[in-house]
């Protein structure tokens, strides 16, 4: 008698944690790289990572790691680094990176080569991108004008994927 009344709360239990796994699935986010490849010339393309990250003092970034490609060859490999709402970043000032205690250098501001707005700053990240080993996640002290110096941190998927954009080839 009593292995009758354990089957079917057996078959409850396993029935609702199926609709619970189920719902979970449904409800979670796909996870897919943003890795995007943009032919600019017949023998040069771009590739970029695009994030939305905030800084600790809560503000919208948005984060754009891409290199060029010319001929099989990296012609550059740059961050830049988009300030929202009207964020004015300090220039011409490098760009701190550090993983953990670990300082891994400093980016240099190259945004006097281009003609981005104020509120932009585009930094030679190439040497940087070479020097992160995992993907322990990144602080970006990022030097804005008139304020004290505001910190981003790049989580470990944002960190995985540039490193991924670093073999792309």
């Known amino acids: 008698m ?11 239990a396993l029935t609702v944690i199926s609709l619970c796994l189920s719902l979970i699935l449904a409800i979670s986010p796909p996870a897919f790289a943003s890795i995007h490849k943009y032919p600019e010339r017949a023998d040069r393309v771009m590739f970029r990572s695009v994030q939305s990250l905030r800084d600790t003092d809560d503000r919208a970034w948005q984060v754009v790691l891409y290199k060029r490609v010319q001929s099989g060859l990296v ?3 740059n ?3 988009v300030g929202f709402p009207g964020t004015e970043l300090q220039h011409p000032v490098p760009l701190n990176v550090a993983a953990g205690d670990r300082e891994i250098g400093k980016a240099n501001d190259i945004w006097s080569e281009s003609e ?3 509120n932009v700053g585009e930094y030679d990240f190439k040497s940087i991108i070479t020097q992160v080993e995992s993907n322990q996640p990144l602080r970006l002290n990022l030097p804005v004008k ?3 110096e505001t910190e981003l941190l790049v989580p470990p998927f944002g960190v995985r994927e540039w490193r991924l954009l670093l073999d792309t080839k």
């Open 116 to 118: 981005l707005p104020i």
């Open 2 to 12: 009593n292995n009758l009344s354990t089957k079917p709360s057996l078959f409850k």
């Open 79 to 81: 961050l830049r680094l």
């Open 146 to 148: 008139g304020e004290k």
């Open 75 to 77: 012609n550059s490999f």
